[in-house]
Every structure is written in C-alpha cells, then in structure tokens.
C-alpha cells in the first residue's frame, strides 16, 4: 500500500493565480482531511470530508475548495491564492472520524506551497 | 475548542524516560486525546490515544488524570531517533470542527 500520497511536492505561485493540491488514498478510508502548517502554530485543519460527496469546513476555511467525488481522492483548490497561504499543506485519510477510536489519521508527506 | 498548551521544548539524554504534558482546561467530556510525532520534512505519526486513565501501547504510555484536564505522554528510554516534534490533539470522534492541535514540543535527545 502506498498509504497517503500528494502531489506536487514544492509549488511557488504568484498571488492571484489558482492550483488544486492533489491527495489520495488507498486504505478505503471514509475519512479525509486537509491541514496547513505553520511555523509555531501546529497544524490547522481546513476541510475535511466522512465520505464522497460530503465535506464540511475546520477552523480555516476561507480561500480554500473542496470535493470529493470518489473514496480515494480528495483535492484541495486554491481559487486566487495570496501570500497568507504559504505554507506546508498535510492530507490526512483515517477509517472513522478525525479522533477517538478509529481515528487514528495517516498523513501524507506534505506538499510546501510558496506564493510571492 | 479545546484549547491545548504544551512546553515549547524539552532536551533529554539516551535511556532516559522523557514525559511531556499537555493542558487542555475546558476538555469537553466527548474529546479524545491523541498524540503524533513528527520528524522533519514528514507528516505526522500517530503514536496512542485515550480518553481516561492509562493506556499503553509497545511505543509510549499515556496517562491522564481524572479530571482530564491535562495528558502525559511517557517515552520509556529515549532514543537520538526519537527527537521529533510530538503534538497533542484534543477532540471528538465526531465533529472534526472541534479539533484543536497543540503547537507542539521539541525534544531533543543528546548522546
């Protein structure tokens, strides 16, 4: 199993211009989630999903997209990105919910996303 | 949201026994705690979760006291492979709008 995996590694935008971060899974898992990292803030959770066709917002949503049409997959959109988005992004998938039993989350490697 | 506070940072040497606490005052009585550890350039790894009392698995141990308004994470004889960065997570198996991550502890394990 190739667990959680993201696509790109490294991306530099220019403000304004749009880019989708790419996150699979291949552990059937219901559950997926979208963080960003920042330098002393730990990770912030921005969307999340309990299952194709249903997504719900976290704590920071604003300037972010996403769906999730099949289990394996669930992209992050940047509509017009803005140097407050630089960041690191983690996608995460767990079997049941984001906590407690079964929670336990697989993270994928991170994608470092830089907009001047 | 729970809010959580843990130590920025913490240094231990080889074969000792390294505990690490997070606070989480206002916990709500549906909230989990979990902890992940992170080495450069990675995600984050789960390492246990609990809700009250001990638990232990072949890794760590976490122990959390009555009122669960705080957490321990036990590292029975550290290791130099297990400097990371360890966080704290706080929140229910449901809602996920209610997670809170800690900013997390450096340890640093010397020689």
């Known amino acids: 199993n190739a667990g959680v995996t993201q696509t790109p590694k490294f991306q530099v935008l220019k403000t304004g211009q749009s880019m989708t971060l790419q996150c699979a899974q291949d552990?059937?898992?219901?559950?997926m989630s979208w963080y960003r990292q920042d330098p002393g803030m730990g990770l912030r959770l921005i969307h999340y999903?309990?299952?194709?066709?249903?997504?719900d917002q976290g704590e920071v949503p604003n300037g972010y997209n996403v769906s999730r049409s099949t289990t394996e997959d669930f992209p992050l959109r940047l509509l017009s990105a803005a140097p407050s988005q630089t960041s690191v992004y983690f996608c995460?998938?767990?079997?049941?919910?984001?906590?407690?039993?079964?929670?336990?989350?697989?993270f994928g490697p991170g994608t470092r996303l830089t907009v001047t | 949201l729970a809010k959580t506070t843990q130590p920025i940072s913490m240094d231990s040497y080889e074969g000792q026994e390294v505990n690490i606490t997070c606070s989480h005052n206002?916990?709500?009585?549906?909230?989990?705690i979990t902890w992940y550890q992170q080495f450069p350039s990675q995600g984050p790894r789960f390492i246990i979760q609990?809700?009250?009392t001990k638990v232990t698995n072949e890794v760590a141990s976490l122990f959390i006291p009555a009122d669960r308004k705080s957490s321990t994470l036990s590292l029975p004889r550290v290791s130099l492979s297990d400097t990371a960065v360890y966080y704290c997570?706080?929140?229910?198996?449901?809602?996920?709008?209610?997670?809170?991550f800690g900013s997390g502890t450096q340890l640093t394990v010397l020689p």
């Open positions: 995460a998938s767990s079997y049941s919910g984001l906590a407690g039993p079964s929670g336990e989350q697989y």
């Open positions: 552990m059937n898992h219901e559950y």
């Open positions: 999903s309990v299952g194709a066709g249903i997504t």
């Open positions: 206002n916990i709500a009585t549906n909230d989990y």
């Open positions: 609990g809700y009250k």
């Open positions: 997570l706080v929140g229910p198996s449901g809602s996920a709008r209610q997670l809170t």
